[in-house]
């Protein structure tokens, strides 16, 4: 007998019956999280120094930044923007008039429905060996299709037939008939979709927006601090199309002794709370690089001169009345830039004008960029032709 004749008889592979499981996560939200997981342990490990302090900046920086990211997909994909919940006596199986107590839970997602049904104590009678647990998902993505449930009606009326046909239990049958049903005041799954799709639509164009603002962090902080708040502005339109778009009437289903009725979940808060952050930070990070910008430079590890974008020249007599209407402090946490955030170039040498009727010693700044300038006018056209070939790099320690 060879290695792989062992166990086989009758010499063909070996067969197993299929072992059903009850689900207990979402494949879905737990590969998000995984990925999350993963990406974080690869920068906790690339991104490892010895300095406390630069490990802490670092860590806060990638981790909130792919938080939200993370968060941003798990609420799009998520299957709790509604939920509800009740515990009674109900018919299990058609006709059959042996009843059950159990759980019946419903969550509405932007793309459709999950129904759970679950015996809350062990069934006697003929039920006595069966596992009752199940879970269903119903989707309508997008379509809402033709009357029926032909070939050419909607996707969840067709999977309703489905159910029917595999014989699903009778309380998810009867929860799920309330969204299919399309007619006479009753459009439960008609305005659900509906708000799915535009709250999709938004989710979507958020996450752009997020990837964005990670990139323009690494450049012009405050286009990338522009960009996240357009996500969280978006985050929060989402969320108020959701609520005014959705069925008028709420939910309620009845059954024997309990009435399940929905209320909004973790994901629709989960959305709100995100999108109130990214427009907090937004603000914050603006207010910061306008009047502290070298602490959320350094924060963010990026060149300050990033933001200086033109090159002025400015008379000794110009730049000591700027000078005037600066007031610089000893410590560098209470310096305050005033209106003319200028970076000087001591590095390039004073220039003569040439072929100019006076004489005059121009000073090459840099200005920084949209700059409204509120003290005296700076001449943006004194530029001599000398100074058409490229100009050394500015010195960044004395920031005026």
């Not at 302090?53 to 609420?75: D, E, H, M, P, S």
């Not at 963010?300 to 400015?314: H, K, R």
Request: charged share 20%; with cysteine; glycine share 8%.
């Amino acid at each position: 007998m060879g290695f792989f004749e062992f166990g086989r008889d009758e010499r063909f592979p070996t067969q197993y019956d299929a072992k059903r499981t009850a689900v207990t996560v979402d494949l879905v939200d737990a590969g998000l999280a995984t990925a999350c997981i993963i990406l974080g342990i690869s920068f906790f490990i690339s991104l490892l120094t010895r300095k406390l302090k630069t490990n802490v900046i670092v860590f806060t920086r990638v981790y909130a930044t792919i938080l939200i990211g993370t968060l941003l997909l798990i609420n799009n994909f998520g299957q709790e923007w509604e939920v509800g919940e009740i515990k009674s006596v109900m018919a299990y199986k058609a006709g059959s008039k042996h009843e059950i107590n159990g759980t019946v839970s419903l969550k509405i997602a932007l793309r459709g429905i999950n129904v759970t049904l679950k015996a809350d104590v062990d069934p006697t009678g003929p039920l006595k060996n069966e596992t009752i647990d199940y879970n269903e998902r119903f989707e309508w993505i997008w379509d809402q299709g033709r009357f029926g449930f032909g070939p050419y009606a909607g996707l969840l009326q067709r999977e309703f037939r489905e159910a029917q046909y595999r014989g699903a239990p009778l309380p998810i049958i009867w929860v799920v008939d309330y969204f299919v049903i399309d007619g006479e005041g009753q459009r439960f799954g008609r305005f659900y979709r509906t708000a799915g799709w535009y709250t999709h639509q938004l989710m979507w164009t958020a996450f752009p927006c997020w990837i964005l603002s990670t990139i323009l962090f690494r450049s012009v902080i405050r286009y990338g601090a522009y960009f996240l708040g357009l996500c969280g502005g978006l985050q929060l339109l989402g969320n108020l199309i959701y609520l005014v778009v959705r069925n008028p009437f709420p939910v309620v289903i009845p059954f024997e002794e309990e009435t399940l009725t929905t209320h909004f979940g973790f994901n629709y808060w989960c959305t709100f709370v995100l999108g109130l952050i990214c427009v907090i930070l937004a603000c914050v990070i603006v207010y910061m690089d306008m009047y502290h910008d070298e602490i959320i430079y350094s924060f963010f590890g990026v060149n300050p001169l990033n933001s200086y974008d033109e090159v002025v020249y400015l008379t000794k007599e110009e730049r000591k009345d700027l000078r005037r209407h600066q007031t610089i402090k000893h410590n560098r946490s209470m310096t305050k830039s005033g209106d003319i955030p200028l970076v000087e170039m001591e590095a390039a040498p004073p220039v003569e004008a040439e072929d100019d009727d006076d004489d005059v010693e121009y000073i090459p700044v840099y200005l920084k960029r949209k700059t409204v300038v509120l003290a005296p006018t700076i001449n943006r056209g004194n530029k001599p032709n000398r100074h058409r070939m490229p100009l050394p790099p500015p010195s960044t320690s004395n920031a005026s």
